[in-house]
Each structure stands twice: as structure tokens, then as C-alpha cells.
């Protein structure tokens, strides 16, 4: 029975007992974020919970756990369940209702939930060898919401743009703000290879800032490809000799088309291949020192 972490103790996820009155199952108020495990380690975790942390500030959610009790909280949970690679999301809500369905009473505690599965590599790895095909949803993204940015268990309208995506065939679903340029995928960033240049769409128009984007931009910094992060049009992700996807599990997903159009060649492109390399030689030098320390 798989081990987990909630609120302090450490159970078997049958004897774990969540608040019924807890505004994360009541309003979806709460927080997560998702990290990639490998060889037991969490990567760039760093990242993750400087995320987690200001959005618990950004909605006002009473919680000041040092991130190195809850890196050891996470290790521990990985420990438990004897995974190597693995994903493991951490889940933090507001807790329990109160009095009010709007604000919670003062002094309320947070809920702390932390769990870990394996993760199959081998079929993410096939799907990298012929990318994935994405649908731009019927419905926009409002880019300018106060959520717009911060990762929300307040996810239903995520869930409902892959849903509508897989019914079409397709991998993964596309957002275009309100303002009719593309924002983000409903789990995903989105990038485009124009002229040689990588594009991105700035946060500004509703993308999450990404871990995973981050990381990308800093290979791309690193290798010396130009990167931008301005505005796309689906005309230019149409017309981009190549794209791709990113995200802390999939890390970086070639986009070989969208809706019935091939994106390039139809097929990972040079660029794509090339930042997938760098980022994976980055991961291999880190768990390397790991491994010397």
C-alpha cells in the first residue's frame, strides 16, 4: 500500500482520513506542483517550492514551512515507497472551511498532502520519438485572471481542454487567451522554432511560468539559440518549422502538429533535439554530484 504525507504523519494512503469540510475538496482553494524524481532525488526542487511558495502568498494562505523540511518530507515519502523515478506531487490547501464558505477563520492550518508514483519512462520515451498532435479548445483562457499564474488545484477548466483534445485524437489541448493569442497547454508550455528563434508565450498572456520553460530558456541561453517570448498567433505555430511542449514530467515533448496541420517536417526537429540533449546532460551532471558528494 503505497505511503503518504498528510499533515504531519506519515500513513498508508487507506488510513489517510482528509477533512471533509477542507476547502480544497470544497472550492478547489489550495495549490500543487508536480516534480520529477529520478535516481530517489527530486529535481529542481528549488524551483518548485519557491512556486509553491508564492502562491500560497498570493492567495493568502497561512503556511511558512522551511523548504528544507519539506524537501525532507518529500525524501521521505520517496524513501518509503522505495522509488527511483517517480512523480510526486505536493498538495496544499487552505484547510478546513470555517464558518464562512468565503474566508476562512483565523488561525485555520493548511492541509499538507504529499504522495508518489512510479513513472513510466518507456512510454514517454516512445512518444517522444514521434511527438505529440495538439487542438487549439473552443474556449479561451482569461489571461487576465489573478489565477492566470499561479498553479491552482482550481484546475477544472485544464481538465477539460485535454478532455476535449483526446476526444479529437490529439495529446494535448491549446489555450488562446481572451485576446485570441495562444497562452499554454491545458498541462503544458508551449514553444515555437521561427526562423531559427525560439518562441515562447510571455506570462503575460496566460502562461504558467513554467519550470520546465524556465529550464529551456536557460538552454537556450547556454547553447547560444535566440530565444523570445512574445505573442503567437495559431498562424505561426502552423507555419514554425518546429515546436514542442514542456512540462516537469514529460520535459521536452516535440509538437509535431496541430489539429491537421504538420508542424514542419512533421517529425522532432533539430532544435527541439538539440535543447533535449542539453537539458538531459544538465540532469545527468547533477545526480552525477549527488552520486560524489
Known amino acids: 500500500m503505497p505511503i503518504i504525507h498528510l499533515n504531519g504523519q506519515f500513513l498508508e494512503r487507506d488510513d489517510a482520513a482528509l477533512d471533509p469540510l477542507d476547502r480544497g475538496v470544497l472550492l478547489g482553494d489550495g495549490l500543487f506542483e508536480t516534480i520529477r524524481c529520478e535516481a530517489g532525488q527530486l529535481l529542481h526542487h528549488e524551483a518548485h517550492f519557491a512556486r509553491l511558495a508564492r502562491g500560497a502568498r498570493a492567495l493568502e494562505i497561512a503556511w511558512n514551512m522551511p523548504p ?8 521521505q515519502v520517496l524513501d518509503a515507497n522505495g522509488l527511483e523515478l517517480a512523480r510526486l506531487r505536493v498538495t496544499l490547501t487552505r484547510g478546513e472551511l470555517g464558518n464562512s464558505p468565503e474566508i476562512g477563520e483565523p488561525g485555520t492550518s493548511a492541509t499538507l498532502i504529499v504522495h508518489a508514483a512510479p513513472f513510466d519512462q518507456a ?10 498532435t495538439a487542438r487549439i479548445v473552443h474556449f479561451p483562457l482569461n489571461h487576465r485572471s489573478p489565477m492566470a499564474r499561479i498553479k491552482s488545484t482550481s484546475y477544472q477548466e485544464h481538465l477539460l481542454a485535454r478532455l476535449e483534445a483526446r476526444r479529437a485524437g490529439h495529446d494535448e489541448g491549446l ?7 495562444l497562452a499554454e497547454g491545458s498541462m503544458t508550455n508551449l514553444f515555437a522554432v521561427v526562423g531559427g528563434e525560439v518562441l515562447t508565450p510571455p506570462v503575460e498572456d496566460g502562461a504558467l511560468p513554467g519550470i520546465m520553460r524556465a529550464q529551456v530558456l536557460e538552454a537556450c541561453s547556454r547553447t547560444g539559440i ?15 518549422e518546429e515546436a514542442f511542449l514542456t512540462n516537469s514530467l514529460v520535459e521536452i515533448m516535440p509538437l509535431a502538429g496541430v489539429e491537421h496541420f504538420p508542424i514542419g517536417t512533421g517529425e ?20 552525477a554530484a549527488l552520486r560524489r558528494s
Open 68 to 75: 528544507e523540511e519539506l524537501l525532507q518530507i518529500c525524501q
Open 123 to 132: 512510454r514517454m520515451d516512445a512518444a517522444r520519438l514521434k511527438g505529440w
Open 175 to 181: 489555450f488562446l487567451n481572451t485576446a485570441g493569442v
Open 226 to 240: 535566440p530565444c523570445h517570448e512574445p505573442s503567437l498567433t495559431p498562424d505561426m505555430l502552423r507555419t514554425a
Open 268 to 287: 522532432p526537429g533539430e532544435v527541439t533535439t538539440r535543447l533535449y540533449r542539453e537539458y538531459r546532460r544538465g540532469v545527468e551532471a547533477f545526480l
